[in-house]
């Protein structure tokens, strides 16, 4: 199987709520990087780092719905980027919001070691949070 293959797969597993087939998918060295501007800024390591990561940013939206438009690749198959279109709903307030995120993968040992998302609008993002009524 390749990396893009895995890539893809770990888009379904997700999109599926397979936790395991996804946490299964994740190198131990994994380091997962989010913008200054958003309201999960950070670096997030490790097994435990991608469960917070993952929590915090679902945890932050309500709907949040990432729906793979394309995925691009080098023909190493070591680094894949995604094009992904994500809705969600700001909560509390009903208000919802659309967005494009180009995320980068890199693989090791055929596992996810590095996720860096490129946001096509993190102010949009971060405004929204702020009105968020929880």
């Known amino acids: 199987m390749t990396n893009r293959e895995r890539m893809q797969l770990f888009y379904d597993h997700a999109a599926a709520g397979n936790h395991e087939a996804v946490n299964a998918m994740i ?3 994994f380091v997962g990087y ?13 097994i435990e780092g991608w469960h917070h990561l993952c929590a915090t940013v679902y945890g932050t ?16 198959d070591r680094i894949y980027a995604a094009m992904l279109h994500v809705t969600g709903t700001v909560p509390g307030t009903g208000e919802t919001f659309e ?18 998302p490129f946001y096509w ?5 971060r405004d929204a949070a702020a009105r968020a009524k929880t």
């Open 27 to 29: 190198h131990p060295d």
């Open 34 to 46: 989010e913008a200054d501007g958003l309201p999960y800024a950070g670096v997030y390591k490790g």
């Open 61 to 76: 939206w309500e709907k949040f719905n990432p729906k793979v438009q394309y995925i691009l690749g080098d023909p190493e």
């Open 99 to 116: 967005t494009h995120i180009l995320e980068q993968w890199v693989f090791k040992d055929g596992l996810i070691c590095e996720v860096r």
């Open 121 to 125: 609008d993190t102010a949009l993002l």
